[in-house]
């Protein structure tokens, strides 16, 4: 059920004048200017005082300024035939506002930010947010351009810059452009390429007495597991004597 008012504002008041009402069912708008983003498939209708009803086309989020703070409204119908912007009492206390009207003036309680909304009773008795719609941001995006050789590097698998210059100075490569030192290195090519230094084949160092140093390592789940439910083996070998023991457990830890 949708109740409406008229009040007359001149054209700059009414373009950000958004009515608290207590007898709508949802917040709306008839510009669609106010959304910053709307759901098209949203689409049904909302019926008047009178039984007529407007055809909702869309839903989405208003974010305006008010008193100084920006406000952002969710789940706002868009109805291009209304001719006011509503904000419904009852779908602002299912968010968690406390609405309080007390000596002519109504606001509006956020559960941790406080008030957010006020405004004084007009003289027809509605209570009129006038808010500031937020301006449309424009943003510019930054164009970086990659060093040419360090392109040429990538499409040929990473060929070093040596086989570069011999592609295009023996002119293995129709339309390869002459190569410069490339300005950057290749991180993939340092992961991937760089050398590391070889294990060792013996230990340099070695224990003396049995049981200096006991080498364990713990291996599992085995599936499947054991006849007695043994899932994980556990070993340790004693590096003086090479002896080794094996225990079979039923859980890691």
């Known amino acids: 059920m949708l109740l409406m008012a008229h009040v007359d504002f001149n054209d700059d008041k009414r373009k950000g004048a958004w009515f608290l009402d207590s007898g709508c069912s949802n917040h709306m708008s008839g510009n669609k200017e106010w959304f910053t ?25 208003v974010k305006f300024h008010v008193n100084g703070i920006t406000q952002v409204i969710t789940d706002v119908y868009y109805v291009p035939k209304l001719k006011n912007n509503l ?9 968690g506002a406390a609405i ?38 424009s943003t510019c ?21 040596k086989g570069l210059k011999t592609l295009q100075q023996k002119e ?3 339309g390869l452009p002459a190569m ?18 070889p294990i060792p084949k013996k230990s340099l160092w070695q224990a003396t007495h049995k049981l200096q140093l006991v080498h364990s390592d ?4 085995i599936t499947p597991t054991s006849s007695n439910g043994k899932r994980y083996v556990i070993t340790f070998i ?16």
Not at 107 to 132: A, C, D, E, W
Not at 247 to 253: A, D, I
């Open 37 to 61: 983003n709307i759901d098209d498939q949203c689409c049904h209708s909302v019926k008047l005082g009178n039984d007529t009803k407007m055809a909702v086309i869309g839903r989405g989020n």
């Open 87 to 95: 904000l419904s009492i009852g779908q602002l206390q299912e968010k």
């Open 100 to 137: 309080l009207i007390k000596d002519g003036v109504c606001g509006v309680y956020h559960p941790r930010k406080g008030l957010i909304m006020q405004t004084p009773m007009s003289t027809n008795r509605m209570f009129v947010i006038l808010v500031t719609k937020m301006p449309t941001i």
């Open 141 to 161: 995006f930054q164009t970086v351009f990659e060093d040419n050789t360090h392109l040429w590097h990538c499409h040929y698998g990473h060929l070093s810059f």
């Open 172 to 174: 293995m490569v129709k």
């Open 180 to 197: 410069t030192l490339p300005s950057k290195l290749c991180k993939d090519c340092m992961v991937s390429k760089q050398h590391r230094k």
């Open 218 to 221: 713990l291996c599992g789940p």
């Open 238 to 253: 004693d590096d003086y004597s090479r002896k080794m023991w094996i225990s079979f457990l039923s859980e890691k830890s």
